[in-house]
């Protein structure tokens, strides 16, 4: 009875299988929602409503975009962690997903455990940059004027946790060893603003707003903060080729579903949004906004995230961050 039993279940497993691929060939079969954690019109909405129609188109069911912000994503995040997992809700996070981990002292879900990792969509680098009233001219003479000069100098951000302005400094500052001072502010635009006054001086915004500065010779470049040259700024070495090497600090958009997300369809999903992003006006539109559209290979996707929550708690420890409000 029990080698039936066992033949019985061995023959159950590839009917199994192949319902849960006739079941992924068939997604969607009604529309989807697309959580986005942050108010409409701000970097990661862009970003998923750029995808949304591609991906519409592709699947003949309309991509809702669910804007729930509050909270640095976590009350959106939360909803999409209490969703069935049915293929049918997804979620849309920056890098700040990896740092709330360490930065905010008790999340309502486990990073880790409550999702699954589906895909990436882009990638947004920073710009170090310097005001022409500082002496130097690249990153290796900005590190040895500020090593001789502890807490004389400032930087700028958008405010703590954010990846490339905040975080991003802090981790070049603890790679060198340098004490310069940060300067928070509600977001980057007055941040940048102060910048180029001289009230500060020194950050990392993003490159396809400051592009025109730096060209006017308003601001500096010292480098950006990807491991590759951006498309917008070819000329501007990345900070890992300017004398620190491995160096990287980029505010990531990132596809996640709740656990137990089918894998064939997450699969699916996987390879009609890196399908959806060889579309060069879709690639040239990210570039536009300062981002490069990159689909990591979907066996990476889950490894980014846990490198990237290890990589930002010892930034965040070292640096003493805090969440604000």
């Known amino acids: 009875m029990k080698r039936l039993s066992l033949g019985f279940c061995s023959a159950l497993l590839p009917l199994t299988a192949?319902?849960?691929?006739?079941?992924?060939?068939?997604?969607?079969?009604?529309?989807?929602?697309?959580?986005?954690?942050?108010?409409?019109?701000?970097?990661?909405?862009?970003?998923?409503?750029?995808?949304?129609?591609?991906?519409?188109?592709?699947?003949?069911?309309?991509?809702?975009?669910?804007?729930?912000?509050?909270?640095?994503?976590?009350?959106?995040?939360?909803?999409?962690?209490?969703?069935?997992?049915?293929?049918?809700?997804?979620?849309?996070?920056?890098?700040?997903?990896?740092?709330?981990?360490?930065?905010?002292?008790?999340?309502?879900?486990?990073?880790?455990?409550?999702?699954?990792?589906?895909?990436?969509?882009?990638?947004?680098?920073?710009?170090?940059?310097?005001?022409?009233?500082?002496?130097?001219?690249?990153?290796?003479?900005?590190?040895?004027?500020?090593?001789?000069?502890?807490?004389?100098?400032?930087?700028?951000?958008?405010?703590?946790g954010a990846p490339t302005s905040h975080l991003g400094m802090e981790l070049l500052k603890s790679t060198a060893g340098l004490n310069i001072v940060h300067v928070p502010y509600k977001s980057m635009a007055p941040a940048l603003t102060d910048i180029l006054g001289g009230q500060v001086h020194m950050g990392i915004p993003t490159i396809n707003v400051t592009v025109q500065h730096v060209r006017s010779g308003r601001l500096r470049a010292m480098g950006v903060t990807s491991l590759t040259r951006s498309p917008i700024m070819p000329d501007v070495p990345p900070l890992a080729e300017a004398g620190m090497p491995g160096y990287e600090a980029t505010n990531w958009t990132l596809i996640l579903g709740p656990a137990g997300f089918p894998a064939a369809i997450a699969e699916k999903i996987h390879a009609d949004t890196a399908k959806a992003l060889q579309a060069q006006d879709l690639r040239d539109r990210y570039t536009a906004a300062g981002m490069e559209a990159r689909s990591l290979p979907f066996a990476q996707v889950a490894e980014h995230v846990r490198s990237e929550i290890a990589k930002w708690s010892r930034v965040v420890k070292a640096s003493g961050a805090k969440p604000e409000g």
Do not use: C, M
């Not at 969607?28 to 750029?50: E, Q, S």
């Open 18 to 160: 192949l319902s849960t691929f006739s079941h992924a060939q068939s997604y969607p079969a009604k529309p989807v929602r697309l959580i986005v954690p942050f108010a409409a019109g701000g970097p990661v909405d862009t970003v998923a409503r750029l995808l949304a129609p591609r991906l519409s188109e592709s699947w003949g069911q309309q991509v809702v975009i669910d804007n729930r912000a509050g909270a640095n994503s976590i009350i959106g995040s939360e909803v999409a962690a209490r969703a069935p997992a049915d293929g049918y809700t997804l979620l849309i996070v920056s890098a700040g997903f990896a740092i709330n981990v360490s930065l905010q002292p008790k999340l309502p879900y486990d990073s880790l455990r409550d999702f699954t990792p589906i895909t990436t969509v882009a990638f947004g680098p920073g710009i170090l940059v310097t005001h022409p009233s500082l002496p130097v001219r690249n990153l290796k003479e900005l590190i040895a004027f500020a090593r001789a000069r502890p807490g004389a100098l400032t930087y700028g951000s958008s405010g703590a």
